[in-house]
């Protein structure tokens, strides 16, 4: 894995709101997949938390949870510190090199562990192997819950992947009234699959299932897909008590987390 500079980070920021497609959707599905109620005690991981937008949401959805914010990069979690500052002793953010072994022992009792577009920079042995080591170690209900870029198997998926990704960044920009968000989405070279990068090593999503299902998960499924990216689950149990997060719930809170 090539590591990202902090410029990269910062065009990241800059860019997020106009480059991720569907933002929204894509994080309020994460959170609705959580398979743990609101009244439930329950301790997250988040690999990758860059600005603490998503980890804000979750902390807001589940009054009873607690969570560790992983990222690599210095700038990101001095952002996300202040960010989750308001949830107190609720919140940890601590450093993590994602291809390396240190940070496995933050899995151990967790209930559930997600990743925003994260874990497309590493291989695909070290996919199965971070997999591999969450099922191992996550609670008996626990959840593996990941959005992030796929690899389209045919050539017709990657162009349209491309050209849905175009779409999206050039309506979020015009949503939010800033047209010249889309030029600077297109001046990155930010589209992946216009523009392949050696840092971006995607996956099939029926690999990402396999290899999920081999590492010893109950249930496997993908519950989003759009432009080439992905939000897909893996699950130790199907036993669900007391009443989930609903995804109008999840969207109103990625919205104000997002609005932060």
Known sequence: ???????DWSTYRDLAAVAVPRRLEMLATLIALVPFSRDESSRIVE????EGRLAAALLECFP???????????????????????FGDRARVAPF????????EVLFGADVVVSSLALHHLNDTKKQYVYKAIAGRISA?????IA?????PHPVGRTLAAEAWDASAREQAAALGAPDGFERFLDAKWNHYRFPDPIDQPAQLFHHL????HAGFAAVDCAWM????????????????????????AVEAVRNALRR
Do not use: C, N
């Open 1 to 7: 894995m090539t590591d990202w500079r902090e410029d």
């Open 47 to 50: 690999l990758g938390s860059g």
């Open 64 to 86: 009873r949870a607690t969570l560790v914010a992983l990222d690599g990069s210095d700038s990101m979690r001095k952002e996300s510190a202040v960010r989750l500052a308001p």
């Open 97 to 104: 090199d994602l291809p390396a072994l240190d940070w496995w």
């Open 141 to 145: 209900r626990g959840a593996l819950l």
């Open 148 to 152: 992030d870029l796929i690899e389209p």
């Open 210 to 213: 396999m290899w999920l299902k």
């Open 226 to 249: 759009f432009a080439g990216h992905a939000v897909f689950g893996a699950f130790k149990s199907t036993d669900i008590r007391g009443a989930r997060m609903s995804y109008a719930e």
